[in-house]
């Protein structure tokens, strides 16, 4: 049995090893230039619900809202901000690309379920904000909108139809004005071949996140796509100093007439893809 | 000479109580008399022994004792789980009200001040229960560290965290003689091997579960750990390495046994499924034989409830539908009946033996 004074010594250092590591990679990810650094709002940023009224937790983070452009523009949860989603942009070619074995989960046999369930694993995400699928998203809900008008003008009596331009009006109103504006717009392997591809570092945001495998009815037939899951890092601490803006917020009441506070937050993201924020302003 | 750890002090108590009945039966039958100033010396000597394990050990001197210790093991428990929830929710409850750097010096003070405290109440807690409450509190702290750093400053998360949180585990473990701290750091080690094996296997990291395969390593692991490391001196730290070793082994094959889509192997669902169940069989039957055969009370009772689950479950599969509840039942129970005789004459052959 060793004595009390070495495990003293031995469970101190431990401690003191494993918070220097873990210091270390913070301040490794902080160091130089970050690798990229975006002005978001309320939009792509998400206050927590329970806040303030949560006695139990006094932390505040924000959580990191972004989109996936559904393939089926008819979709009503393509209209939503999310947490994934089965990307319009990924066919077979770019998940073979990937590593996926697409053959293997286009086939038949029962393997085929055993690949699926079994394939997720870690990617970049490139995130790009007020872009051009953000133009599509607003493009689509446009033409949602112009197409119930057409339907309403035929029938002018219908009560539905009137229900369904109506909709469709409020659709295009919470895309162009409050839903996010953050997409996910390509998957990769390698950092510096998607920076390559996606230069502005103002624009586009590379994080840590989850792909798998996934097969659908599209087109009148079963294809096989991915579906891209949680990001690695999906909730951002607001630091002490910058909580101060968000203290007098109203909490949120949830429902349609809950209109979020306008609040930017500068977000950097690290040389380990490590996102955290520089800044909190208020208009 | 001096018995070195509690455990060893207590076993040596137990002895001398069962020898102090023992003898008093056989004066009493009149087959052993000792010469009083015999008799005397030998209960000098046991009660000194008695004195200096109750001194040094805080030991149980009756069975009065042993049954409150009993208790006093489980409030301990309670509490120490208790204490370590309290110190999570404590945090959670105060943390936003102070900066980054505040909060990081909290966090590490937590770890160093509770470990401090460990080691202080060790060296005046003959008893451990006390020892056993700070230990796990300065484990929690430990964690509590790790996991507060990573939201404080969007750590992604990683499965590198499990090794300084079982190597302090460990490392109080074996300088407390603490079970409960053995099982922390081991459920700790199961779950980074696991995550690597998966990691090998193309899975990320959180989804090791999805293959149970990747727990089989690990298993072996655990189990040959007091094979190749004597645990002489830390009373039933050998049990929980393998009770661990065979839960990482037999829970996998049951699940795999009805999930064949779970396995790495390149097989139709079905054949594995049923090599896997054929397996499990012959896996708790084999932790029977050892068990019996090394005198492992641990391992002969896991791998009977094991058996005995393997053989309910293709019971159930086979006959639940096309047989009456009733008939059902009675195959459960004749099962039981020939289990029980099996054991029995095991016990008997071991017996004569």
């Known amino acids: 049995m060793i004595s ?42 998400e206050r927590p619900w329970s806040w303030r009224s949560n006695k139990e937790n006094s932390g505040l983070s924000l959580a990191l809202e972004w989109r996936v452009p559904a393939a089926d523009s008819e979709s009503d949860y393509s209209y939503y901000s999310s947490h994934g989603g089965i990307p319009a942009w990924l066919d077979e070619k770019r998940i073979a690309e990937l590593g996926f074995d697409v053959e293997r989960a286009k086939g038949d046999d029962a393997r085929r379920d055993k690949t699926i369930a ?54 295009l109103a919470r895309e162009e004005n409050e839903s996010s504006r953050l997409f996910a717009v390509d998957v990769g392997t390698d950092l510096a071949s998607l920076r390559a591809k996606y230069p502005d570092r103002s624009r586009y945001l590379i994080l840590q996140g989850n792909l798998r495998l996934d097969r659908i009815y599209r087109d009148k037939k079963t294809v096989v796509t991915g579906y891209l899951g949680k990001l690695a890092v999906d909730r951002i601490n607001v630091p002490h100093a910058m909580r101060a803006p968000f203290e007098s917020m109203p909490p949120r009441a949830g429902g349609p007439n809950d209109k979020k506070p306008p609040f930017t937050a500068t977000v950097a993201v690290g040389q380990r893809l490590e996102p955290w924020i520089e800044a909190v302003g208020t208009p | 000479m001096n018995p070195p750890t509690r455990s060893e002090a207590q076993q040596r108590a137990d002895d001398i109580r069962v020898f102090r009945v023992e003898l008093a039966r056989l004066e009493t039958e009149g087959v052993l008399q000792l010469p009083p100033e015999q008799r005397r010396a030998v209960d000098a000597h046991h009660d000194g022994l008695l004195a200096g394990y109750a ?109 300084p949180w079982a190597a302090l585990a460990f490392l109080l ?65 050998e049990v929980i390495y393998r009770v661990f070793g065979l839960l990482c082994l037999l829970v996998p094959m049951l699940i795999l046994g009805h999930w064949g889509n779970g396995s790495y192997l390149d097989m139709p669902a079905g054949v594995i499924e049923g090599g896997y169940q054929v397996a499990g069989f012959v896996a708790s039957a084999l932790a029977i034989w050892l068990g019996v055969r090394r005198s492992w009370n641990d391992t002969v009772n896991t791998g009977i409830t094991f058996f005995v689950i393997f053989l309910y479950t293709k019971i159930y599969d086979w006959w639940w539908e096309i ?30 033996a």
């Open chain 1, 4 to 45: 009390r004074k070495l495990t003293l010594a031995l469970g101190a250092a431990l401690i003191a090893a494993a918070n220097g590591i873990a210091l270390s990679g913070v301040a490794y990810n902080r160091s130089g230039e970050p690798e990229s650094r975006l002005v978001l709002s309320q939009r792509e940023l």
């Open chain 1, 118 to 171: 079994q394939s997720e694993r870690q990617v970049l995400v490139v995130l790009e904000l007020a872009g051009n699928a953000w133009q599509g998203a607003i493009e689509q809900a446009r033409q949602r909108l112009a197409h119930q008008q057409s339907l309403r003008q035929a029938s002018p009596g219908a009560k539905e139809l009137i229900d369904g331009e109506k909709r469709a009006q409020e659709r």
């Open chain 2, 55 to 163: 001194a040094a050990f805080d030991i149980d001197r009756d069975t009065q004792a042993r049954q409150l210790s009993l208790g006093m093991r489980v409030a301990s428990f309670l509490g120490a789980l208790a204490l370590a929830a309290s110190v999570f929710f404590l945090f959670y409850q105060f943390w936003g009200h102070f900066g980054e750097t505040a909060q990081v010096a909290i966090l590490i003070g937590a770890a160093l001040g509770s470990l401090g405290l460990t080691v202080f109440i060790q060296g005046r807690d003959a008893s451990g229960y006390f020892t056993k409450l700070a230990a796990l509190v300065a484990f929690a702290c430990f964690v509590l560290d790790l996991v507060m750093l990573g939201q404080i400053f969007n750590i992604t998360p990683t499965d590198k965290a499990l090794l």
């Open chain 2, 173 to 237: 473990a074996y300088t407390c003689d603490l079970r409960l701290l053995l099982a922390a750091g081991i459920c700790c080690v199961i779950a980074y091997v696991s995550a690597r094996v998966g990691e090998w296997g193309g899975l990320y990291w959180l989804d090791a579960g999805r293959r149970p395969e990747n727990y089989f390593p690990v298993a072996v692991l655990l189990f040959a750990t007091p094979l190749m490391v004597s645990h002489r001196r830390f009373a039933g730290f």
């Open chain 2, 323 to 352: 047989m009456p509840k009733w008939l059902f039942f009675l195959v459960v129970a004749l099962s039981a009946i020939l289990i029980l005789v099996v054991l029995k004459r095991l016990r008997g052959g071991r017996s004569q």
